[in-house]
């Protein structure tokens, strides 16, 4: 089975929202996908008891102890994480997945606690137990005010402590189509598609990613 983490210990910068569009994309695809929500806020859960019957079947995993409990037949479960999380519990939570996904929003702010974010995570490196692939995602990317190149020659130049650069995956505009979505318990890919074209692009290639070996290590 397939896991697939959604973590930045800051709240508000996209978690729940890729957490239920990864999900939504890959059961429109025809995997058997389940959530995990972690967080006590239980956006993801919530989104899915809006989620319309006739939209395609996610169901709800949970993990105690470090024990993931998924629906029989399982090949999919993304797992939405709590913000504020640092230390022993951090790296439990890291532990847990072959791939973490860690959504960003484009301040300098926002930027600079993501850098120690990830040294942290290499200072925790004895802690997880295992090789994962981390890949960012720049949200709420607004078009107007910092352009989409040097964003992405920013995001690139991310260094790494080893020195490697942060794989820096896709950039999500600012958009109300969230919103709506997620209201109505469904993904980018699963609403109105002619005023989605621009987000279902712009989610491309981190759906690309996630489905092909290059996030799932060695
Ligand atoms: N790309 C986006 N465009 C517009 N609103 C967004 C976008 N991403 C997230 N949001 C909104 O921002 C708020 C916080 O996002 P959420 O996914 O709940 O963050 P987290 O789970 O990290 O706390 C939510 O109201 C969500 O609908
Ligand atoms: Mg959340």
């Not at 959530?35 to 019957?53: C, E, G, M, N, T």
């Not at 409990?69 to 999380?85: C, E, F, K, M, W």
Request: glycine share 6%.
């Amino acid at each position: 089975m397939r896991r697939i983490l959604v973590l930045n210990p800051k709240g508000g910068c996209g978690k729940s929202t890729l957490t239920t569009n990864i999900a939504a994309y890959f059961a429109s695809e025809g995997r058997k996908v389940a959530i995990a929500d972690l967080d006590p806020q239980q956006s993801s859960f919530d989104w899915l008891s809006r989620r319309p019957a006739s939209a395609p079947e996610i169901r709800k995993a949970t993990i105690h102890d470090g024990k993931l409990d998924a629906p029989r037949q399982t090949d999919l479960v993304i797992i939405d994480s709590p913000a504020g999380l640092h230390g022993k519990k951090l790296a439990s939570f890291v532990s847990s997945s072959e791939t973490m996904i860690m959504p960003l929003m484009p301040s300098i702010i926002d930027i600079a606690a993501a850098e120690r974010f990830i040294e942290e995570l290499y200072s925790l490196r004895e802690l997880i137990k295992r090789k994962i692939k981390v890949a960012t995602v720049a949200n709420r990317v607004r078009e107007d005010t910092l352009s989409a190149e040097k964003l992405d020659s920013f995001l690139s130049s991310m260094k790494l402590p080893g020195g490697k650069k942060l794989p820096f995956i896709a950039m999500l505009r600012n958009s109300q189509n969230y919103v709506k979505a997620a209201e109505m318990g469904l993904g980018i890919y699963e609403f109105t598609p002619s005023r989605t074209s621009h987000d279902r692009e712009q989610l491309q290639p981190l759906m690309s990613w996630l489905s092909s070996s290059r996030s799932i290590p060695e």
